[in-house]
């Protein structure tokens, strides 16, 4: 193991178990790792994460970084001592580095959702081919590491880049449940109450909610006391270094 990788993990272990969170805190029950590997999860598109139990869930944040939002969102997690997955946009990883780079050193893992935020079912082949090696690149350059995992924008799974996703040995990353809080207009409440629905019928799963959303920088304190309220428990998913 690379001492990188020992230091990075040895990290991320003692921020999920060792941060002083109080009983009222959601807090992470424990880490996942998955191999760097091929693979496609999520039961609105492919199978269920495997190694993910009843009432666990995996908390993952879209479209980001984004300077309005995602410190707020950061900030709210670390007050819950939860651990989180953000699946970042090229374009804004490249504006801001630095807030990519915070998001990773709060212990929170980082996969890829898009150079361009578009439906790539709709590209030319060539042109899809053109988005993922931006953003292979992109985040390679800001994180120093190489990218474990992706998942499509709108959820939009294109054959192309599924293909080119498996021979990198990258895997897809679709959702369980989430509180489409893309919608305007929605208030905390409301959010939470959507994402507890969509929860109760698989039990848990991967979770969809977007950081660069301020209603849901604003919501997540009052969902992660839903999860806690309703006795959900946070999994930290990572992936196993090169
Ligand atoms: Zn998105």
């Not at 998955?34 to 944040?61: I, S, Y």
């Not at 984004?66 to 989180?84: D, I």
């Not at 890829?112 to 439906?119: A, E, F, I, K, L």
Request: proline fraction near 9%; hydrophobic fraction near 45%.
């Amino acid at each position: 193991m690379k001492a990188w990788l020992g230091m990075a993990l040895a990290g991320a272990v003692a921020a999920a178990t060792a941060a002083p969170c109080g009983p009222e805190a959601l807090g992470t029950s424990r880490v996942l790792t998955l191999p760097r590997a091929a693979g496609a999860w999520g039961t609105a598109q492919h199978a269920p994460l495997p190694g993910l139990g009843p009432k666990e869930v995996v908390l993952t944040f879209d479209d980001g970084p984004r300077p309005g939002s995602t410190p707020r969102v950061l900030k709210a997690l670390a007050e819950h001592c939860v651990q989180a997955s953000f699946f970042m946009n090229g374009e804004p990883m490249a504006r801001h580095p630095e807030l990519a780079r915070q998001v990773r050193d709060a212990g929170h893992s980082v996969g890829m959702h898009g150079y361009r935020h578009d439906n790539f079912a709709q590209w030319p082949a060539e042109d899809q081919g053109r988005d993922l090696k931006a953003m292979i690149a992109t985040y390679t350059d800001v994180l120093g590491e190489a990218p474990p995992a992706y998942r499509f924008p709108y959820l939009a799974e294109s054959p192309v880049l599924m293909k080119a996703l498996e021979r990198l040995g990258i895997a897809v990353m679709s959702v369980d449940a989430g509180a489409e809080d893309w919608l305007p207009d929605q208030t905390p409440q409301m959010l939470a109450d959507k994402l507890l629905g969509q929860l109760a019928g698989p039990g848990g799963g991967i979770v969809l909610l977007h950081d660069a959303q301020d209603q849901t920088a604003q919501a997540l304190p009052v969902l992660l006391n839903a999860l806690k309220t309703q006795g959900y428990r946070v999994v930290a998913l990572r992936w196993q270094g090169p």
